[in-house]
């Protein structure tokens, strides 16, 4: 009787404790629901990597507003932030992202980017690397340089081939990751060297042009995330410094005529496809001047939306939305986005 009474209340035991635990983590049975012992794991484990972060990178920032850091003036904050001064420090951020097991973006001058509300639930590694050097009709620049700075100095020093790049807002590493171009020029015509990270081999390793890939506003840079440029060296040409002048001018001029440049955006939305402009197509369709929110299909050149004020991604990837389908039902077209939407 004695065992039969101690089995008896040890089975009592048993299920008492597992009802008990299955009222904190509703896991009893198979049914399988969230309680507040798996949040309370979840939260410690949060609370580690954020710990592990701040101890590798002392001056990773929290919960920083993206919105100031692109040309559309859109998008939520950055859980985590980190502005990268020199190449080291790039390297120092994706070894620290690797040990703590969280997403990251490069950005750069963030002329072609476009934030979630969101925001983005990792680090965002802002680029301010900016050392150059000048070496007779050859330039090496760090990723984080201004477009506009490479532009003075081959001005200064009489070189041809950025003259193209005045007036874009972007830094030489974004216009070599994307092919930037205009005016029948792009980076990969003056592109020599590229200092690249292997963030999966943690490797340094110098491309040469004919290895980048580069087609139309593409490269092996944008197609693989994992390949991050540090330095570029780019090689010109002599000329006379009053018709690079001229030139930067025709150029400048034209964009001021042409461009909606009085109001956020971030440059043409799309890639122009095989012989035809993404711009004219999307004004075939009507689509001048539309609306959603707050943001805007520019009146003056269609390929631009514009932030009116306030606009959120959402007003923005409701026109994009809806101009890829106008372009296709219209003219059996797709449209693809040139500017970068971070997941």
């Not at 101890?55 to 998008?75: H, K, P």
């Not at 540090?230 to 461009?259: F, G, P, T, V």
């Not at 007003?315 to 809806?322: A, F, N, T």
């Not at 101009?323 to 219209?330: D, F, G, R, T, Y």
Request: glycine share 8%; charged share 30%.
């Amino acid at each position: 009787m004695e065992t039969r009474g101690f089995l008896l209340f040890f089975i009592l035991s048993v299920i008492l404790k597992l009802g008990l635990r299955a009222a904190l983590t509703k896991d009893f049975f198979g049914v399988n629901r969230r309680g507040p012992i798996v949040e309370f794991e979840k939260l410690k484990m949060k609370n580690e990597k954020l710990a592990n972060i701040k101890e590798l990178l002392s001056e990773v920032e929290e919960n920083i507003s993206l919105a100031q850091f692109t040309t559309f003036r859109i998008g939520g904050n950055a859980k985590y932030f980190f502005s990268a001064k020199s190449k080291e420090d790039i390297v120092k951020a994706i070894k620290a992202v690797q040990r703590c097991d969280l997403p990251f973006f490069i950005l750069a001058n963030g002329s072609n980017v476009l934030f979630s509300d969101k925001g983005f639930d990792g680090l965002v590694i802002k680029l301010e690397n900016t050392k150059h050097e000048l070496n007779f009709n050859t330039i090496h620049a760090d990723a984080g340089v201004k477009l506009h700075t490479m532009v003075d100095i081959a001005t200064e020093d009489e070189l041809s081939g950025m003259e193209w790049a005045n007036g874009i807002p972007g830094t030489i590493g974004g216009a070599v990751r994307g092919n930037a171009g205009a005016f029948n020029s792009s980076m990969s015509k003056i592109v020599k060297t590229i200092e690249v990270l292997d963030v999966l081999t943690s490797k340094i390793k110098n491309y040469e042009a004919k290895d980048c890939g580069f087609g139309y506003r593409d490269s092996i840079f944008k197609k693989n995330r994992n390949l991050i440029i540090l330095s570029i060296e780019i090689q010109l040409q002599k000329e006379n410094k009053d018709k690079i002048k001229e030139q930067i001018k025709k150029y400048r001029d034209y964009r001021k005529e042409q461009h909606p440049l009085e109001l956020p955006s971030a440059g043409s939305i799309f890639k122009n496809p095989l012989k035809f402009s993404a711009g004219e197509l999307i004004e075939k369709c009507g689509l001048k001047g539309r609306k959603i929110g707050k943001a805007q299909i520019s009146e003056k050149h269609c390929n631009f939306i514009l932030n009116l004020g306030g606009a959120t991604a959402k007003d923005v990837l409701s026109l994009i939305k809806l101009a890829k389908e106008k372009v296709k039902e219209n003219f059996g077209v797709e449209l693809e986005e040139e500017i970068v939407i971070p997941n």
